[in-house]
């Protein structure tokens, strides 16, 4: 994937997600502020603003690093600060890739999630959106080129997910509940998987 149409995915990938604003919010509700909803929708929409400005000749980095300045600045939540860090350390590793395939996808989601976690000083199992992004990174990194690999990785993500229902919180506000976590699903995690769905239906629909 070349620059021109990852402009396009990316965008249409945002378009997708913001269906699940009000899902977002409400497991945020739940467990934190329930300001993750308005941070989707806000970096969602800045994002695809910023998109339709950037240069033809933009390389998939510069893309990529348009697109976390855009978030970081759409909205001063911690997520969104998180998310926007993650994206600028998936575009360092981007910095001589021409043609995003699934290997140079997997080292992005992992560079970001990598980056999330030492940010956040959070590991897997704290039930968080982490522990969605690395089985994720994983599966992208093990699956074919075309839709097989992101399928891999959005099976890995709903597991992911399923599984934070179990876990008790350790980060951010949701570590306030305490045991009071346990039972409810993680809003970061899921968020993550909504992504990674609404690329899927973005991909299917630029391709038929
Ligand atoms: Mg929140």
């Given at each position: 994937m070349r620059s021109t149409e990852l402009t396009e995915q990316i965008q249409g990938s945002l378009k997708e997600v913001v269906a699940y604003a009000d899902e977002l919010r409400d497991l945020d509700q739940a467990l934190?502020?329930?300001?993750l909803g308005i941070t989707i929708t806000l970096g969602a929409g800045a994002v695809i603003e910023a998109l339709a400005e950037?240069?033809?000749?933009?390389?998939p980095s510069e893309i990529a690093r348009a697109c976390a300045k855009a978030f970081a600045n759409a909205n001063p939540s911690t997520m969104a600060a998180l998310v926007a860090g993650g994206l600028l350390a998936g575009s360092k590793v981007w910095k001589d890739v021409e043609d995003v395939d699934i290997r140079a996808a997997a080292r992005f989601v992992r560079a970001a999630g990598e980056n999330i976690a030492q940010r956040g000083k959070t590991q897997i199992?704290?039930?968080?959106i982490v522990d969605a992004i690395m089985p994720a990174a994983d599966a992208l990194d093990a699956g074919d080129d075309g839709t097989s690999g992101l399928d891999a990785a959005i099976s890995a993500a709903e597991k992911a997910v399923i599984d934070t229902r179990s876990l008790r919180s350790r980060?951010?506000?949701?570590?306030?509940?305490q045991e009071r976590s346990i039972g409810l699903q993680d809003p970061g995690a899921t968020a993550m998987l909504r992504f990674l769905e609404s690329w899927r239906t973005a991909s299917v629909r630029t391709k038929s």
């Open positions: 934190g502020d329930g300001d950037i240069p033809q000749d933009a390389s199992g704290d039930k968080t980060r951010g506000r949701a570590a306030w509940l």
